[in-house]
């Protein structure tokens, strides 16, 4: 039976949560089990908390770009007309399909596509999200594509991690699995980012450090104006609502961890 959006409490996302467990089996593994749990535990109120924070409402139609399993989607949907969402990965695009139908939303339309090459219109959205995504592709690409598909007078977010971020992986092992191995994670990281920042070299997988300078330069470079870049969970564009949550910290051992920005395209 399709879920009521009033009915969404923790009981409800344990049900959904162990209905796509049922569903989906050994396709998903330890690790995004875990993590789909984490994102799901508390419903969706933190999410649209934070949408709010940043006035990422009230638009027709916008873009959540690298969806994953779609909490920001399922939010963004509460607070927007239509949302268009996209990631790489068939099997998240296809969680997130089943978890709008369950609960009965009908303004989501989810497709799998990287962030890097899209196929939607120039100018096509109102207003495009990206959280956790662009340093796994090739980042200063993928901006420019976002910025494509956004109208002029559209506002952009994005966040990226910096340095920090990394070496909090290496030293403590935030969230090691089976199938998730941090520390490996911050060594291979290093590499990558020496080979796409000074050889242009990127490949599915990589995951890249970037600075929040150049970011600024880059969404600069794009044409965005009135940038503003904080840590993740610290922008707080909207007075009219409570301060923002943030999911992480800003800095780690003194470096630039995780942050965020927005900019509006020109
Ligand atoms: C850390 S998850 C974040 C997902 C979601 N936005 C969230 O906040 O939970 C990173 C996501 O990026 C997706 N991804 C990786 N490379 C991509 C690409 N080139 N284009 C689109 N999505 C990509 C992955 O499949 C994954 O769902």
Redesign the pocket.
């Known amino acids: 039976m399709p879920f009521s959006q009033e009915s969404l409490n923790s009981q409800a996302w344990c049900s959904l949560l162990h209905q796509i467990r049922l569903h989906y089996g050994s396709n998903i593994g330890d690790n995004d089990y875990q993590f789909l749990e984490r ?1 799901y535990r508390d419903g969706l109120h933190k999410y649209l908390d934070r949408l709010k924070s940043i006035g990422f409402c009230g638009n027709q139609r916008i873009l ?6 779609g ?2 989607s399922l939010a963004l949907a509460q607070l927007n007309e239509m949302v268009l969402s ?4 068939p099997l ?1 695009v296809s969680v997130l399909q089943k978890l709008a139908t369950q609960i009965g939303f009908t303004n989501i339309a989810s497709e799998v ?4 090459i899209m196929t939607y219109p120039d100018q096509h959205f109102d207003a495009v999200f990206c ?3 662009i340093f ?2 090739p980042w200063r690409q ?1 901006l420019a594509e976002l910025a494509r598909v956004l109208k002029p007078g559209g506002k952009l977010y994005v966040n990226a991690n910096g340095l920090g971020w990394y070496m909090f992986l290496w030293q403590e092992e935030h969230n090691k699995a089976d199938d998730y191995d941090p520390k490996a994670i911050a060594a291979q990281t290093f590499l990558d980012t020496l080979r796409y920042d000074r050889d242009g070299v990127y490949k ?1 997988g990589m995951n890249l450090i970037i600075e929040p300078k150049s970011i600024e330069t880059e969404l600069q470079r794009l044409g965005f104006q009135d940038i503003k870049l904080a840590a993740e969970g610290a922008l707080h564009l909207n007075k009219a609502v409570t301060s923002p949550r943030p999911f992480f910290k800003g800095e780690y051992y003194g470096q630039p961890g995780i942050f965020e920005a927005t900019g509006t395209k020109r």
Request: glycine residues 16%; negative net charge; proline residues 0%.
């Open positions: 994102i959540d770009a690298g969806c994953g399993y909490q920001w996209c990631d790489i990965s998240r596509s990287g962030i890097d959280y956790g995504v796994l592709t993928s599915q």
